[in-house]
């Protein structure tokens, strides 16, 4: 079994939004209060976190992350990458890998300059870029993954399988002629789906699940949700088939 930790949930702003007073930025319910969206993937000791926004340090200490093996990134947008500083505390032994296109490797190093470099100083993050492929499998320890290229906008970006499941966030097109060999037999579909107004780089709801039926996906849950629609509603609209991940939800899945 594989387990996931949904460590965010929410857009690039957050939710609540700074200085907004709709009724989700308002609400009580701690299913609307959303992070920046990432995931901690667990299988046998290996520990992968997709992603790492601006509240990682507070997610991985909410979720009692103790090591990390390998990090992915999708994309380099600063509400998936501005808290890679904070994964100093696992490089103290050696430099931790972190996966992506060359594009976004090349992007982040541009951006942390100094995790990518020989440095003397031991006071920040010590990283060891690892360029991967569209449609390229590869391992990290019990984990074994294969990229998913798909659309933000006009923008080429990573999504991630793993065994029956995957992970496709910020995404406005599939580009199924592409990608239909690898998306078969995802039976557990985490994907964003910011509201139900049309958004130009990202799924509504009901694109969201009409590319989920496609797939043939048999569990559906949203993730990168902004601030426009409330757990419950999203939960009474689409449930059981599809639901809305909360911060600090866990699913374990089925390996292939």
């Known amino acids: 079994m594989t387990k996931i930790t949904f460590l965010g949930t929410g857009t690039s702003h957050g939710v609540p939004v700074i200085g907004c007073s709709c009724s989700v930025c308002r609400s009580a ?7 920046r969206s990432s995931v901690l993937i667990e299988r046998e000791g290996t520990a992968v976190v997709i992603d790492t926004g601006y509240e990682f ?19 380099q947008h600063s509400d998936h990458l501005m808290g890679l500083d904070d994964l100093r505390v696992f490089t103290d032994e050696k430099k931790l890998p ?53 659309l933000h906008g006009c923008m080429r970006i990573a ?10 966030t910020d995404v406005s097109d599939m580009l199924f002629s592409e990608n239909e060999e690898y998306l078969k037999g995802i039976r557990t579909l985490v994907i964003g789906a910011l509201r139900d107004k049309p958004h130009w780089s990202h799924f509504t709801f009901s694109q969201a699940i009409e590319a989920a039926e496609r797939i043939g996906a048999e569990k559906v849950y949203f993730t990168h949700i902004n601030h426009a629609t409330s757990s419950a509603e999203i939960e009474k609209r689409f449930a059981p088939y599809a639901v809305p991940a909360y911060d600090t939800l866990t699913v374990e899945v089925q390996d292939e």
């Open 29 to 35: 319910d701690p299913h609307d209060k959303r992070w």
């Open 57 to 75: 340090r507070l997610q991985a200490l909410r979720a009692g992350i103790t090591h990390l093996d390998g990090v992915l990134y999708t994309h």
């Open 98 to 150: 972190v996966y992506s296109f060359e594009s976004v490797l090349s992007a982040i190093e541009r951006i942390f300059p100094y995790a990518f470099s020989e440095m003397p100083y031991k006071g920040v993050p010590r990283m060891q870029p690892v360029v991967v492929a569209e449609h390229q499998s590869f391992r990290i320890g019990a984990l074994e993954f294969t990229v998913i290229p798909v």
């Open 159 to 168: 999504g991630y399988r793993f065994g029956s499941a995957a992970y496709i």
